[in-house]
Protein backbone atom coordinates (compact mmCIF):
# COMPACT_ATOMS: atom_id res chain seq x y z
CA UNK A 1 0.00 0.00 0.00
CA UNK A 2 1.29 3.52 -1.13
CA UNK A 3 1.88 6.00 1.83
CA UNK A 4 -0.66 9.01 1.78
CA UNK A 5 0.89 12.16 1.55
CA UNK A 6 -1.58 13.93 3.29
CA UNK A 7 -0.60 15.83 5.82
CA UNK A 8 -2.21 14.99 9.33
CA UNK A 9 -0.45 17.22 11.87
CA UNK A 10 0.38 20.99 10.14
CA UNK A 11 2.93 23.63 12.16
CA UNK A 12 1.89 26.28 13.38
CA UNK A 13 3.55 29.98 14.17
CA UNK A 14 4.19 31.89 16.60
CA UNK A 15 5.69 35.03 14.37
CA UNK A 16 6.37 35.18 11.01
CA UNK A 17 8.73 38.28 9.61
CA UNK A 18 9.75 39.64 6.58
CA UNK A 19 13.95 40.67 5.81
CA UNK A 20 14.26 42.54 2.68
CA UNK A 21 17.42 42.35 0.72
CA UNK A 22 18.03 46.07 1.02
CA UNK A 23 18.35 45.87 5.14
CA UNK A 24 21.17 43.40 4.34
CA UNK A 25 24.63 44.37 4.31
CA UNK A 26 26.66 44.25 1.27
CA UNK A 27 28.35 40.77 1.39
CA UNK A 28 24.99 38.92 1.98
CA UNK A 29 23.48 40.64 -0.99
CA UNK A 30 26.54 39.51 -3.29
CA UNK A 31 26.32 36.20 -1.82
CA UNK A 32 22.50 35.57 -2.47
CA UNK A 33 23.46 37.44 -6.08
CA UNK A 34 25.94 34.69 -6.85
CA UNK A 35 23.45 31.80 -5.92
CA UNK A 36 21.10 33.76 -8.10
CA UNK A 37 23.24 34.42 -10.85
CA UNK A 38 23.49 29.89 -10.44
CA UNK A 39 19.73 29.49 -10.64
CA UNK A 40 18.91 31.48 -13.41
CA UNK A 41 21.57 29.69 -15.26
CA UNK A 42 19.96 26.52 -14.87
CA UNK A 43 16.46 28.07 -15.30
CA UNK A 44 17.65 29.09 -19.16
CA UNK A 45 19.26 25.44 -19.06
CA UNK A 46 15.84 24.46 -18.72
CA UNK A 47 14.01 26.04 -21.01
CA UNK A 48 16.74 25.49 -23.70
CA UNK A 49 16.39 21.99 -23.60
CA UNK A 50 12.57 21.85 -22.84
CA UNK A 51 12.83 23.77 -26.69
CA UNK A 52 14.91 21.08 -28.23
CA UNK A 53 13.03 18.49 -26.70
CA UNK A 54 16.38 16.81 -24.88
CA UNK A 55 15.12 14.43 -22.01
CA UNK A 56 18.36 14.29 -20.39
CA UNK A 57 19.31 17.98 -20.44
CA UNK A 58 15.91 18.12 -19.39
CA UNK A 59 16.56 16.16 -16.18
CA UNK A 60 20.08 17.93 -15.69
CA UNK A 61 18.77 21.21 -15.47
CA UNK A 62 16.02 20.36 -13.28
CA UNK A 63 18.44 19.11 -10.90
CA UNK A 64 20.91 22.15 -11.24
CA UNK A 65 17.77 24.23 -10.17
CA UNK A 66 16.91 22.29 -7.16
CA UNK A 67 20.57 22.21 -6.08
CA UNK A 68 20.72 25.65 -6.97
CA UNK A 69 17.43 26.82 -4.91
CA UNK A 70 18.52 24.50 -2.00
CA UNK A 71 21.88 26.17 -1.93
CA UNK A 72 19.55 30.25 -1.48
CA UNK A 73 17.37 28.82 1.19
CA UNK A 74 20.90 27.64 2.98
CA UNK A 75 22.65 30.93 2.53
CA UNK A 76 19.58 32.79 3.51
CA UNK A 77 19.00 30.99 6.52
CA UNK A 78 22.81 31.57 7.34
CA UNK A 79 22.27 35.36 6.95
CA UNK A 80 19.29 35.44 9.28
CA UNK A 81 21.48 33.78 11.51
CA UNK A 82 24.07 36.12 11.47
CA UNK A 83 22.26 38.95 11.65
CA UNK A 84 20.26 37.92 14.39
CA UNK A 85 22.68 36.05 16.69
CA UNK A 86 25.96 36.95 15.61
CA UNK A 87 27.73 34.45 18.22
CA UNK A 88 25.94 31.76 17.14
CA UNK A 89 27.89 28.33 17.16
CA UNK A 90 26.71 26.15 14.07
CA UNK A 91 26.70 22.04 14.62
CA UNK A 92 26.94 18.88 12.72
CA UNK A 93 23.77 18.16 10.80
CA UNK A 94 24.92 15.93 8.14
CA UNK A 95 24.85 11.85 8.19
CA UNK A 96 27.24 10.27 6.32
CA UNK A 97 25.94 9.52 2.87
CA UNK A 98 24.30 11.54 0.39
CA UNK A 99 21.07 11.34 1.10
CA UNK A 100 19.56 14.75 3.41
CA UNK A 101 16.28 13.17 4.38
CA UNK A 102 15.43 13.24 8.21
CA UNK A 103 18.06 15.68 8.68
CA UNK A 104 17.83 19.41 10.05
CA UNK A 105 19.58 21.99 7.74
CA UNK A 106 21.35 23.67 10.20
CA UNK A 107 21.86 23.80 14.08
CA UNK A 108 23.46 26.35 16.28
CA UNK A 109 24.05 26.72 19.78
CA UNK A 110 23.47 30.31 21.02
CA UNK A 111 24.10 32.43 24.19
CA UNK A 112 22.29 31.50 27.35
CA UNK A 113 22.38 28.02 26.46
CA UNK A 114 19.58 27.96 23.87
CA UNK A 115 19.91 26.13 20.27
CA UNK A 116 18.52 27.20 17.36
CA UNK A 117 16.69 24.89 14.50
CA UNK A 118 16.85 25.99 11.06
CA UNK A 119 14.95 24.71 8.30
CA UNK A 120 15.72 26.24 4.84
CA UNK A 121 13.82 26.87 1.60
CA UNK A 122 14.68 28.45 -1.57
CA UNK A 123 13.01 28.71 -5.20
CA UNK A 124 9.58 27.49 -5.14
CA UNK A 125 9.60 25.44 -2.73
CA UNK A 126 7.50 24.59 0.25
CA UNK A 127 7.13 22.57 3.51
CA UNK A 128 7.87 18.93 3.16
CA UNK A 129 6.39 16.30 5.68
CA UNK A 130 7.69 13.05 7.09
CA UNK A 131 5.82 10.51 9.22
CA UNK A 132 5.53 10.69 12.77
CA UNK A 133 4.43 7.58 14.63
CA UNK A 134 1.33 7.02 12.47
CA UNK A 135 0.47 10.87 11.18
CA UNK A 136 2.30 12.59 8.64
CA UNK A 137 3.23 15.95 9.89
CA UNK A 138 4.68 18.78 8.29
CA UNK A 139 7.95 20.37 8.68
CA UNK A 140 7.90 22.94 11.59
CA UNK A 141 5.35 20.92 13.29
CA UNK A 142 6.99 19.48 16.69
CA UNK A 143 6.03 16.35 15.77
CA UNK A 144 8.16 16.27 12.45
CA UNK A 145 11.31 17.63 14.84
CA UNK A 146 10.97 14.85 17.50
CA UNK A 147 10.38 12.62 14.32
CA UNK A 148 13.78 13.81 12.75
CA UNK A 149 15.54 13.58 16.40
CA UNK A 150 14.76 9.97 16.91
CA UNK A 151 15.91 9.56 13.03
CA UNK A 152 19.20 10.93 14.14
CA UNK A 153 19.05 9.05 17.62
CA UNK A 154 18.62 5.82 15.33
CA UNK A 155 20.90 6.60 12.94
CA UNK A 156 23.63 7.31 15.35
CA UNK A 157 23.09 3.99 17.19
CA UNK A 158 23.91 2.19 14.10
CA UNK A 159 27.01 4.37 12.92
CA UNK A 160 28.90 4.18 16.90
CA UNK A 161 28.93 0.26 15.31
CA UNK A 162 30.36 0.51 12.06
CA UNK A 163 33.91 -0.95 11.88
CA UNK A 164 34.86 2.90 10.44
CA UNK A 165 33.95 4.40 13.70
CA UNK A 166 36.86 5.12 15.86
CA UNK A 167 39.71 3.26 13.17
CA UNK A 168 42.57 5.06 12.21
CA UNK A 169 42.26 6.20 8.85
CA UNK A 170 38.66 6.89 9.36
CA UNK A 171 38.99 10.43 11.24
CA UNK A 172 36.71 12.17 9.06
CA UNK A 173 33.66 9.68 9.42
CA UNK A 174 34.43 9.45 13.38
CA UNK A 175 34.41 13.52 13.56
CA UNK A 176 31.07 13.40 11.35
CA UNK A 177 29.54 11.07 13.94
CA UNK A 178 30.98 12.26 17.02
CA UNK A 179 29.74 15.96 15.92
CA UNK A 180 26.19 14.14 15.76
CA UNK A 181 26.01 12.84 18.67
CA UNK A 182 26.88 16.42 20.26
CA UNK A 183 23.96 18.08 18.40
CA UNK A 184 21.62 15.26 19.71
CA UNK A 185 23.03 16.33 23.33
CA UNK A 186 22.81 20.27 22.92
CA UNK A 187 19.03 19.71 21.81
CA UNK A 188 18.16 17.10 24.85
CA UNK A 189 19.50 19.65 27.17
CA UNK A 190 17.67 22.72 25.40
CA UNK A 191 14.54 20.65 25.02
CA UNK A 192 14.77 19.60 28.81
CA UNK A 193 15.40 23.71 29.39
CA UNK A 194 12.62 24.89 26.84
CA UNK A 195 15.56 26.88 24.95
CA UNK A 196 14.62 25.77 21.92
CA UNK A 197 14.04 27.89 18.50
CA UNK A 198 12.63 25.99 15.36
CA UNK A 199 12.49 29.01 12.42
CA UNK A 200 12.07 28.09 8.78
CA UNK A 201 13.41 30.59 6.21
CA UNK A 202 12.51 30.71 2.45
CA UNK A 203 14.38 32.71 -0.04
CA UNK A 204 11.23 32.24 -2.97
CA UNK A 205 12.77 33.20 -6.87
CA UNK A 206 10.86 32.31 -9.93
CA UNK A 207 12.33 32.12 -13.57
CA UNK A 208 13.28 36.01 -13.74
CA UNK A 209 15.19 35.63 -10.06
CA UNK A 210 14.88 36.34 -6.85
CA UNK A 211 12.54 37.83 -4.53
CA UNK A 212 14.26 40.10 -2.74
CA UNK A 213 12.77 39.09 0.11
CA UNK A 214 13.55 36.35 3.30
CA UNK A 215 10.68 35.13 4.27
CA UNK A 216 11.38 34.14 8.15
CA UNK A 217 8.69 31.38 10.30
CA UNK A 218 9.19 31.20 13.78
CA UNK A 219 7.68 27.78 13.92
CA UNK A 220 5.29 27.14 17.27
CA UNK A 221 6.84 24.27 19.18
CA UNK A 222 4.84 24.60 22.74
CA UNK A 223 7.07 26.96 24.71
Not at 167 to 181: C, D, L, M, R, Y
Amino acid sequence: MAVSDQIDVFNTLSQKLKIKHSNLNSAARARLKTLETARNSAVAQRDAALLAGDAKALKDAQKAMRLASEDLGEEAARIYVQQNYPNANPLNTKLPGNGKQGEFDQVYTIDDGKVLIMEAKGGNATWGSRMAGTDRAQQGSPEYMDSVINNYTTKLDTLTKDPRYGKVGEEAFTKQVEGIEDMLDELEIAKENKALKYIGIQQKANDTGLIEVIDVSIFDIGF
